[in-house]
Nanobody, 125 residues
C-alpha cells in the first residue's frame, strides 16, 4: 500500500505561484511513477504531469500541453515527497489537484493505483 497526502493548495491571483506537495508513505516511493492530476468542477480528472525516478535522477517526466513551461514536477526520494511548482497561474488552472502513484507509465487516471485526497487550487482573475 502507498498512502499519499497532498498539501499546499490555496487561493492565488492570476500570474501568481503555488507549490504543491505530496507526502508518500508505505512502499518504496522510488519504484513508482508519480503524477499530478486535476479535476475542475463539472469536468473529468485530467493529467497534469508525471515523473519516473531511476538512479538518483529524474529518468522521465512530461506535462500536459496546457501547463508546459509553467509547471514543474519534482520529487525528493529521501523525503518521499513529490512536488508540483506552479507558476504563471491562470483562472483555468482552478481545480482540485491530486497526486497519484502507478507502477506503469501512463497518463490515464485508471492506470494509477493510489491517490491522495486532493488539494484545492483557486486562481482568481
Amino acid at each position: 500500500q502507498v498512502q499519499l497526502v497532498e498539501s499546499g493548495g490555496g487561493l492565488v491571483q492570476a500570474g501568481g505561484s503555488l507549490r504543491l506537495s505530496c507526502a508518500a508513505s508505505g512502499r518504496t516511493f522510488g519504484n513508482y511513477v508519480m503524477a499530478w492530476f486535476r479535476q475542475a468542477p463539472g469536468k473529468g480528472r485530467e493529467f497534469v504531469a508525471r515523473s519516473r525516478w531511476g538512479g538518483g535522477v529524474i529518468y522521465y517526466s512530461d506535462y500536459a500541453d496546457p501547463v508546459k513551461g509553467r509547471f514543474t514536477i519534482s520529487r525528493d526520494n529521501a523525503k518521499n515527497t513529490l512536488y508540483l511548482q506552479m507558476n504563471s497561474l491562470k483562472p483555468e488552472d482552478t481545480a482540485v489537484y491530486y497526486c497519484a502513484a502507478s507502477l506503469v507509465v501512463t497518463t490515464t487516471p485508471g492506470g494509477y493505483d493510489y491517490w491522495g485526497q486532493g488539494t484545492q487550487v483557486t486562481v482568481s482573475s
